[in-house]
């Protein structure tokens, strides 16, 4: 398994653009970079978009597609909120990680969340600060919370896993058909008693959808 973080993400380089078609284009360049012979591609939320656009408009050939809590449409989220409050946190201020935790209480109430963002911060030569590009990211969040339109004719035929959680709104009944017109072989599953991090908050049930489906359908 090959665990990629996207640009602007982890340790991947920084670009002052973000779109899904660019991202996509990163992924199609690593698997032919890497060699790798239909590949299955796995993806969360803004993931699951990337590994969506890379199924339906690149000519990469992929073993199977499976994308977690996420549908190919647009939304009207709360991310920016996220994206301010990180970029508001103080970092001269910051000594250690519960400083930054307090200074984000203010805005971000679930403390499951915080440690969620706060994973996007560390420590370099005795200071803090935030390893994903967040000015790139919030000035791309408007096209990031969309998805790129598609034409049905280019629909990905292949072995398809959607996941969702049951308490989220992400995947919710009436985007079935949408799912279904792009990927028309696609499974969909739900996690009653996951939100929108299902593969955090229900591991074994997650992994018990997952680990299957690969076996029947990786090449």
Known sequence: MIALNLCNHGDSPWAGTMTYAEVADDVADFIAAAGLDRPSVLGHSMGGKVAMTLALGRDVALGALVVVDIAPVSYDHGFGDYVEAMSAVDLRLVER??????????????????????????????????????????????????????????AFTGAALFIAGGRSRYVAAEHHATIRQLFPGAEIAVLDDAGHWPHAEQPEQFGALVAPFLDRHSA
């Open 97 to 154: 990680r519960a400083d930054a935790d307090a200074a984000l209480a203010g805005t971000v109430a679930d403390p499951v969340l915080r440690a969620f963002l706060l994973q996007n911060l560390i420590a370099r030569d005795g200071s803090y600060g935030w390893r994903i590009n967040l000015p790139a990211i919030g000035a791309g969040l408007a096209g990031l919370s969309e998805f790129p339109p598609a034409d049905p004719a280019s």
